[in-house]
């Protein structure tokens, strides 16, 4: 069913990275977009099968400006000035405690590299928009699967992380309607739809 859409209830309108205008439906496409990366990660390169599954409210552990420490397997949480907010390894919060042990009191060393990026580095990922930010709850979850099975201290999984994105936002499944679920392409440009 379409839903209308009028130009004079909008504040502000903006254009898309392909200059397309565009009203995203973020829960819908969050989760297709978890379930493209996790499911690529299962079939493509083994990965375990309990991925598949998440529950509706786990999306709520992404947010936007996150920093995950790829090596380590943790998730950051940084305030304007680099203080960390809060913590996680994999999907369990850090205590203050461990907080301060790892990250100490003041600000994040690695603050002014990762403000200061606007690409990623080899070791830190910025979480910074929708198109990618359901991949941190798989990150976690990973990280979680890791450490139940292998008790992991550092991490080797980001090159199939890399590849699951690069699989999902080929350029061809946006060319050929056969390659990209319509769904997936529904949540994204709703309007190509109407």
């Known amino acids: ?23 995203y439906q973020l829960p819908q496409s969050a989760r297709l977009i978890y379930d ?21 409210d786990s999306l709520d552990f992404c947010c936007k400006g996150l920093v995950f420490d790829i090596e380590d397997g ?3 949480k940084l305030a304007e000035d680099g203080t960390v907010l809060r913590a996680s390894h994999g999907t369990r919060s850090m205590t203050s405690e461990e907080v301060l042990e790892i990250y ?12 200061g990026m606007v690409s990623r580095s ?6 910074d928009n929708y198109f990618d930010l359901p991949g941190a709850l798989l990150c976690a979850r990973v990280v979680d699967s890791l450490d139940q099975h292998d008790d992991q ?9 890399v590849a699951a994105i690069q699989h999902n936002y080929k350029i061809t499944a946006f060319k050929d309607s056969h390659d990209c679920p ?4 529904r949540s994204i440009n709703p309007l190509f739809y109407l």
Do not use: I
């Open 104 to 115: 100490g009191r003041r600000e994040w060393k690695h603050f002014d590299t990762v403000s």
């Open 74 to 76: 943790n998730f950051l």
């Open 122 to 127: 080899a070791k830190y990922y910025l979480y």
């Open 1 to 23: 069913m379409q839903q209308d859409f009028s130009l004079a209830d909008c504040d502000v309108m903006g254009f898309d990275l392909d200059h397309t205008l565009c009203r």
């Open 36 to 56: 493209s990366f996790a499911q690529y990660l299962v079939t493509e390169k083994g990965y375990d099968e309990d991925l598949l599954t998440v529950a509706p």
């Open 182 to 185: 319509d769904n997936l392409m």
């Open 153 to 161: 201290k550092k991490y080797d999984f980001w090159k199939d992380v």
